[in-house]
């Protein structure tokens, strides 16, 4: 199967421009996951959906960030403005319904984002 | 709050060496644990998980078993090749869909 789909892998920004990543997930999969991966740290859950509902967006920083998945499929999380502290790994991940435990997580190979 | 904490890396090892990667965990309640790999240029992937105490996950001929009298979910491998190298992530699940990584451990093995 084909596996989680982000684009684009690079980009390089600077402080206060707007910046859109995109995610394509696994055929079939309804739960989709943003992760945010900080240069020396983990993943951290940025925003999770089913299908085109958002389910958890506590740990999403809502002045700036935005995401949004249409249609249950495809999903696009936008930075508007950028700051300095926003550069890092943006992780795509999705799994089939039922929860993590019992249909793991599927990850894409992220984009990197540079703020200067 | 729920956390792990994995040893820090990077970890250097000669081919056929034994491997450990520490990780212990802080939560409420009884998550499950997960050990995902990162190889080079690859996204993350599942190597192995235990979803209660005295559970042994088992990948690729790596373990992790369940401690709950230590909150721990070492990761171990009896002998490491060069196509181990990656960066190896312990992670706690709470509530089904709460996923906690830790920082990760970045391992090189040598021929």
């Known amino acids: 199967e084909a596996g989680v789909a982000q684009s684009p892998r690079y980009k390089i920004i600077e402080k206060r421009q707007s910046v859109a990543f995109w995610c394509n997930p696994i055929s079939g999969h309804a739960t989709l996951y943003w992760y945010q991966q900080i240069l020396g740290q983990g993943p951290k859950l940025l925003i999770q959906f089913q299908n085109n509902g958002v389910v958890d967006d506590s740990q999403l920083p809502k002045d700036r960030f935005s995401a949004e998945r249409l249609k249950g499929v495809d999903s696009t999380l936008k930075i508007q403005p950028a700051k300095l502290e926003d550069s890092a790994v943006y992780l795509c991940?999705?799994?089939?319904?039922?929860?993590?435990?019992?249909?793991?997580?599927?990850f894409g190979n992220g984009t990197r984002l540079t703020v200067t | 709050g729920n956390s792990v904490t994995q040893m820090e890396g990077p970890v250097t090892l000669s081919e056929e060496a034994f491997l450990t990667i520490n990780c212990t965990y802080t939560a409420t309640g009884y998550p499950s644990l997960f050990w995902y790999v990162q190889y080079p240029g690859e996204g993350l992937q599942l190597l192995l998980k235990a979803t209660k105490a005295d559970d042994k996950g088992s990948n690729k001929g790596f373990e992790a078993t369940y401690r709950k009298e230590t909150t721990s979910f070492h990761l171990e491998k009896g002998s490491v090749q060069v196509s181990d190298s990656a960066v190896y992530f312990c992670a706690l699940l709470y509530n089904n869909n709460d996923m906690r990584f830790g920082a990760g451990t970045r391992l090189t093995v040598k021929p």
């Open positions: 991940a999705s799994s089939l319904d039922g929860g993590i435990l019992y249909s793991p997580l599927h």
